[in-house]
């Protein structure tokens, strides 16, 4: 079982719906969470990070985490053509190590 | 404030020769990760080092290896170099301590030939 765990997509949305974007990870014991955008050529950029249950709302992005069920996921409201990219889900397990999914492919249709 | 420095951006090496990376964190910064990025594997981690001492490392060889300055920046050393190398080689900064969120440098294109 890989650590993190995302579907790799692509996932395509029409502009203006909600993207959904979902993660999951095996350690227990994982502390802080992390979402970061990489398009194409670049590197990631880091977008939101959530450390306890619930929400975490950022403009049209919000990160939700559930520890029990070891879930992560983000949100992107009024997506839009320059959404379009791969989202990395990142997750720190407390020992000094940040573990990064493969990533999904997000595409925002106009 | 200026971003995570990586230098060189592009580097093209021969099978069995060695590199070296440099990376100089955001000012104030004093945990430096490595990953290596490459289409297959994904982001993969290498090492974290803190206050110069290097806490967690990936599962790589023993090729790869990296320390940290007082100043922060670190490097990391790749020796005898294979073809299955070639990579994009990133590294991330940290406020630190522990658990904080982690800035991209723009990354290092390693080709191995």
């Known amino acids: 079982q890989k650590e993190v765990e995302q579907n790799s997509g692509p996932l395509s949305v029409p502009e203006g719906a909600i993207a959904s974007l979902n993660c999951t990870y095996s350690?227990?014991?994982?502390?802080?969470f992390f979402w970061y955008r990489q398009y194409s050529g670049k590197s990631p950029e880091l977008i939101m990070f959530?450390?306890?249950?619930g929400d975490k709302e950022d403009g049209r992005f919000t990160a939700q985490l559930n520890k029990a069920s070891q879930y992560v996921s983000l949100l992107i409201r009024d997506s839009q053509p320059s959404d379009s990219a791969t989202y990395l889900c990142?997750?720190?397990?407390?020992?000094?190590?940040?573990?990064f999914g493969a990533g999904t492919r997000l595409f925002v249709k106009a | 404030k200026a971003g995570v420095t990586q230098t060189p951006r592009y580097l093209i090496k021969t099978r069995g020769q060695q590199v070296t990376l440099s990376c100089s964190p955001i000012?104030?910064?004093?945990?430096v990760s490595w990953y290596q990025q490459t289409p297959g594997q994904g982001l993969q981690f290498l090492f974290e080092?803190?206050?110069?001492?290097?806490?967690n490392k990936g599962n790589f060889p023993g090729r790869f290896s990296g320390r940290q300055f007082s100043n922060s920046r670190s490097e990391m050393n790749v020796s005898t170099l294979e073809l299955g190398d070639s990579a994009l080689y990133l590294c991330?900064?940290?406020?630190?301590?522990?658990?904080?969120?982690?800035?991209f440098g723009q990354g290092t294109r390693l080709t191995v030939v």
């Open positions: 991330a900064s940290s406020p630190g301590p522990v658990n904080t969120e982690a800035f």
């Open positions: 350690d227990r014991g994982s502390q802080s």
């Open positions: 959530i450390y306890s249950n």
């Open positions: 990142a997750v720190n397990t407390g020992g000094f190590k940040t573990i």
């Open positions: 000012s104030g910064h004093r945990s």
């Open positions: 080092y803190f206050s110069e001492t290097q806490r």
